[in-house]
């Protein structure tokens, strides 16, 4: 996580966003990490370029597997979007004036998906948005289950 907070310093610096990782200093997932790195940029991106900050990326051992979460504090999925978010070239009505073509989420499922896993988006009662992508894994008490 702290790979992906890093690659993206230089734009939360020029709009003065804080990326904050917060994660359990033993905490393991079985996976590629590239790709696992990617779906998670996909996340920081869109918090980036649609939330507000701080940018919050967190990990923990939850409900059997590995939960790592990205979430923002700006307005949140639209009610009519957040059904549709994973699907390819889906994009929020407020997005389409910007840059993109709708695949950052499916890609960010795709990835889950490929790594037995799940994903899962929701705002959050504080406001913002906060997507997680739900693995199976090991935990320090040893093997967590999918």
């Given at each position: 996580?702290?790979?992906?907070?890093?690659?993206?310093?230089?734009?939360?610096?020029?709009?003065?966003?804080?990326?904050?990782?917060?994660?359990?200093?033993?905490?393991?997932?079985?996976?590629?990490?590239?790709?696992?790195?990617?779906?998670?940029?996909?996340?920081?991106?869109?918090?980036?370029?649609?939330?507000?900050?701080?940018?919050?990326?967190?990990?923990?051992?939850?409900g059997g597997g590995v939960e790592?979460?990205?979430?923002?504090?700006?307005?949140?999925?639209?009610?009519?979007?957040?059904?549709?978010?994973?699907e390819r070239f889906t994009r929020?009505?407020?997005?389409r004036s910007r840059g993109g073509?709708?695949?950052?989420?499916?890609?960010?499922?795709?990835?889950?998906?490929?790594?037995?896993?799940?994903?899962?988006?929701?705002?959050?009662?504080?406001?913002?948005?906060?997507?997680?992508?739900?693995?199976?894994?090991?935990?320090?008490?040893?093997?967590?289950?999918?």
């Amino acid at each position: 996580m702290t790979s992906v907070a890093h690659r993206f310093e230089w734009r939360a610096d020029d709009t003065d966003v804080a990326i904050v990782v917060s994660a359990p200093d033993r905490l393991d997932v079985n996976g590629d990490r590239l790709r696992l790195e990617q779906a998670l940029g996909n996340l920081v991106d869109n918090a980036l370029r649609y939330g507000a900050g701080p940018v919050e990326l967190s990990a923990a051992a939850a409900g059997g597997g590995v939960e790592l979460h990205v979430r923002d504090h700006g307005n949140g999925f639209d009610d009519e979007f957040i059904g549709q978010a994973f699907e390819r070239f889906t994009r929020a009505d407020h997005a389409r004036s910007r840059g993109g073509a709708g695949l950052g989420l499916s890609i960010v499922r795709t990835v889950a998906l490929a790594h037995g896993g799940a994903v899962r988006a929701q705002n959050a009662d504080e406001g913002g948005a906060d997507v997680a992508i739900v693995l199976p894994g090991t935990s320090p008490d040893g093997p967590v289950d999918k």
